[in-house]
């Protein structure tokens, strides 16, 4: 098991499922660069608790005991550093789930089926600055809002490449994941991103796909 120090990336897991916390942590604490020493069974426990701990991402199921992970993020939100990420780890990819978890504060969005690997992507990618989601919910969230109408004129500003990388930020590709596909480097993308969030006045991805209304014909 890899040692803990001040640059790993810190998880607290919110499972009500034993196997599915217990694989979760040692998938965690098992990887070079994070460290979960915080797992709780239901909301009640972790609002408790966790006020008390120093975490950087909070992985959270939305179906719990008691109060709902929807809920509970919402009363940690008050009550824990505002640094902290949330996000969702669940079986449900329903839009109301989705968009409510979206507009309480959560900042990704994943499926429990999601391979290890990828999980731990995520994570790191949140922490970096991101807003990862699987690609079923990206999809759902751009299906959603390219109903709404027109595409502000803060889009039209974008540049051609910007467009693209808009394009695959909602097909929920990480930042590593676009360098490849561009063949350009994170650095440049990430350069790219910021320009787009300043462009939009938005703070992150998913702010930003909600502005995104004209791009289901591309995706």
Do not use: W
């Not at 902290?84 to 990704?108: K, P, R, S, W, Y």
């Amino acid at each position: 098991m890899h040692r803990m120090n001040q640059q790993n990336i810190k998880v607290a897991i919110i499972e009500d499922i034993r196997e599915i916390r217990d694989a979760l942590r040692m998938l965690i604490d098992g990887s070079d660069g994070f460290e979960c020493r915080l797992a709780y069974p239901d909301a009640e426990a972790a609002l408790r608790e966790l006020p008390d701990e120093v975490v950087d991402v909070v992985l959270m199921d939305i179906s719990l005991p008691g109060k709902s992970g929807i809920e509970c993020m919402q009363e940690l939100q008050q009550v824990i550093s505002p640094s902290t990420q949330f996000m969702m780890c669940t079986v449900h990819e329903d839009d109301d789930n989705i968009f409510t978890a979206l507009q309480t504060g959560a900042t990704g969005y994943i499926l429990k089926r999601t391979a290890p690997a990828r999980i731990l992507e995520a994570i790191s990618d949140l922490h970096n600055g991101g807003s990862p989601m699987s690609s079923e919910i990206a999809r759902r969230v751009v299906s959603s809002v390219c109903l709404k109408g027109k595409a502000t004129p803060e889009q039209d500003a974008l540049t051609g490449r910007e467009n693209q990388i808009l394009d695959l930020l909602a097909q929920g590709f990480l930042y590593k994941e676009i360098a490849s596909e561009l063949f350009i480097s994170r650095l440049t993308v990430k350069k790219h991103i910021h320009n787009i969030y300043e462009k939009l006045q938005v703070q992150n991805r998913t702010e930003a796909l909600n502005k995104t209304l004209r791009r289901g014909s591309r995706l």
